[in-house]
């Protein structure tokens, strides 16, 4: 074939190519016309979350507070605060962070959007779990953390942990070292136990944080030392049962080494 015969060839595009270009773009138009429904579905869903009455806030719940005027104080405040605004323009974190600032004894507190129209705030307090004797006595709870506000002298029922010091002007929210960590996993323990209820725990010693001790009502001390709390337990269980222990005529019994240690009065 010549050059010239060549150049007049015509070469045509195969029919299932047209078929998939129509294809494709009826396809594309098809996509066009959804994006344009979407946006106008949001714009309408928008218009009608944030500007419709239904969402306008007209009641505050508040729990987990002190009693029941805390809490009735609390709604009224934001209800003063937030009262008739939309609902979704609360910031509701901003809010739960300053009430966490005025009630620093809170171990959180969470704001939440009670659809359509109330905020809802749940307080969670921290609550005391033990004492600490530092020139006075500091109540804390299961983290260590200093509860400030709570009255040491209606909660005479804790065990009081020795050894430990708070400075009076600790912040709020601090943790106080690991001598009071080891003695508050300790005491967990001995709870978890439950044994040592019929003989009385009154307190605990950790001043030396890798020889913790704990003292039963009778004056008996228990050396328990810094780690294995839970298998230390279960042998101190087993000593309490012998027959022949007398506890009025023991001093110490100590369960940090491999034989149990029984120390006379």
């Given amino acids: 074939m010549t050059k010239k015969g060549f150049k007049k ?27 344009v429904f979407l946006f106008v579905v949001v714009l309408c869903a928008q218009a009608f979350f944030y500007k419709s009455d239904y969402f306008r806030v007209r009641s505050v719940q508040a729990r987990g507070f002190a009693d029941q005027a805390q809490s009735s104080s609390i709604a009224r405040e934001l209800l003063k605060a ?5 609902i979704f323009q609360v910031n509701v974190e901003a809010v739960a962070a300053s009430l966490q600032k005025r009630y620093q004894d809170a171990r959180c507190i969470i704001v939440k959007r009670d659809l359509p129209d109330r905020l809802a705030v749940f307080a969670y307090f921290r609550r005391p779990f033990a004492l600490v004797n530092s020139s006075r006595l500091y109540p804390v709870d299961e983290d260590g953390i200093v509860i400030w506000k709570a009255d040491p002298a209606s909660l005479g029922g804790l065990t009081v942990i020795n050894g430990v010091e708070i400075g009076p002007r600790s912040a709020p ?23 040592l209820a019929a003989y009385g725990l009154t307190s605990i010693s950790a001043g030396d944080a890798r020889n913790l001790s704990f003292y039963l009502k009778n004056g ?19 000593v309490l049962k012998d027959p022949r222990l007398l506890l009025d005529k023991i001093k110490y019994i100590d369960l940090r080494f491999g034989d149990v240690a ?3 009065r």
């Fill in 9 to 35: 060839m015509k070469f045509g595009v195969p029919p299932f190519v047209k078929g998939v270009r129509e294809f494709v773009s009826r396809q594309m138009g098809n996509l066009a016309v959804v994006a």
């Fill in 82 to 86: 937030y009262g008739n605004k939309n």
């Fill in 173 to 195: 929210g601090t943790r106080e070292g690991k001598g009071l960590k080891l003695a508050l996993d300790l005491l967990k323990e001995i709870n978890k136990a439950k044994f």
């Fill in 220 to 238: 008996v001390e228990v050396r328990i030392g810094y780690e294995r709390f839970k298998d230390r337990l279960a042998l101190l269980k087993k």
């Fill in 262 to 264: 029984i120390g006379p």
